[in-house]
């Protein structure tokens, strides 16, 4: 592999690590951030789905159904976009509702894996009711929940960053088995 090439992947693991603590740092700014970029994904997914219903209502039927719905999508990107506080104050409370429901979903699951004799079914029972528990805690101080969520983001973008600079390691483990 080219030098250059290493020295990008080290580059874009590093401002990826900075990103994170950033991230971590700044929970509003994060936020606001995410807050935006689903706005623009939102609108631009509303536009692809207009494109392709245009090109597909020859042939596939209910492209009136899928109108609507690209129609409704990109409102509400330009919504997200428009209103970017407004999404930014939900997201805590989103993330806090999408924790809850699945953590019970998890909970009730759980009894699937006992009657199939899993010996570990109680693990999982537990797991679903802790993180019930949390998704209630959420959605009462939405505060920690921001903090909480800007925290994953984070470490979800820090970890990509150490992936980055571990995968450096092991180019040098490949490139010394090609030569």
Request: contains cysteine; positive net charge; aromatic residues 10%.
């Amino acid at each position: 592999m080219k030098t250059s090439t290493k020295i990008w992947l080290a580059i874009a693991g590093i401002l990826l690590v900075v990103l994170g603590v950033l991230c971590i740092c700044r929970p509003a700014a994060t936020l606001f951030t995410a807050a935006w970029l689903i706005g623009c994904l939102t609108l631009f997914a509303g536009i692809s789905k207009l494109v392709f219903t245009f090109r597909t209502q020859a042939f596939l039927p209910n492209s009136g159904s899928r109108m609507l719905s690209a129609i409704l999508q990109i409102i509400l990107g330009l919504i997200f976009l428009c209103n970017n506080l407004f999404l930014a104050v939900s997201l805590p409370v989103i993330f806090a509702m999408w924790v809850l429901i699945e953590s019970v979903i998890i909970a009730v699951n759980s009894f699937d894996y006992k009657r199939v004799g899993f010996p570990g079914w109680w693990a999982i029972l537990l797991l679903g009711i802790c993180g019930a528990v949390l998704g209630v805690m959420g959605l009462r101080n939405p505060d920690v929940s921001a903090a909480t969520l800007s925290t994953l983001i984070g470490l979800g973008v820090i970890a990509m960053g150490a992936a980055y600079l571990f995968a450096l390691i092991g180019i040098k483990k490949f490139e010394n088995l090609i030569r």
